[in-house]
Nanobody, 131 residues
Framework: QVHLVESGGGSVQGGGSLRLSCAVS????????LAWFRQFPGKSREGVAA???????????YLRDSVKDRFTISRDNSNSTLYLEMSGLKPEDSAVYYC?????????????????????WGQGTQVTVSS
């Protein structure tokens, strides 16, 4: 299975930007569906963005409505890294952000932002947005 390590979190003022990275290592890493979740204090994890694989093999992005105009999810297979580009950050985006993986050979429809669909998780990286 793969191993996930997030980085790039930090503190930023409202309206600012951050780029989170998730280094993906292990066998068949390119065949996993990957996603970003976040967890607010005292709350369960919520899916933020995902890359799911369609039947033709292409990875397609999905973002939750509250971030789709501000966040971008992407994947660089050359260095096995998943990214979450965040702009226009708001204080309500403050959370611990996690990278998650489903696979190997992930393909087809599933609940892209349901945490039970993913069995491999990174350690998380804190994002704090001040007003």
């Amino acid at each position: 299975q793969v191993h996930l390590v997030e980085s790039g979190g930090g503190s930023v003022q409202g309206g600012g930007s951050l780029r989170l990275s998730c280094a993906v290592s292990g066998y068949a890493a390119s065949t996993y569906c990957l996603a970003w979740f976040r967890q607010f204090p005292g709350k369960s994890r919520e899916g933020v963005a995902a890359l799911y694989r369609q039947g033709d093999g292409r990875f397609t992005p999905y973002l939750r409505d509250s971030v789709k105009d501000r966040f971008t999810i992407s994947r660089d297979n050359s260095n096995s890294t998943l990214y979450l580009e965040m702009s226009g950050l708001k204080p309500e985006d403050s959370a611990v952000y996690y990278c998650a993986a489903r696979g190997p050979a992930c393909r087809g429809a599933f609940c892209y932002t349901c945490d039970y669909e993913y069995r491999i998780w990174g350690q998380g990286t804190q994002v704090t947005v001040s007003s």
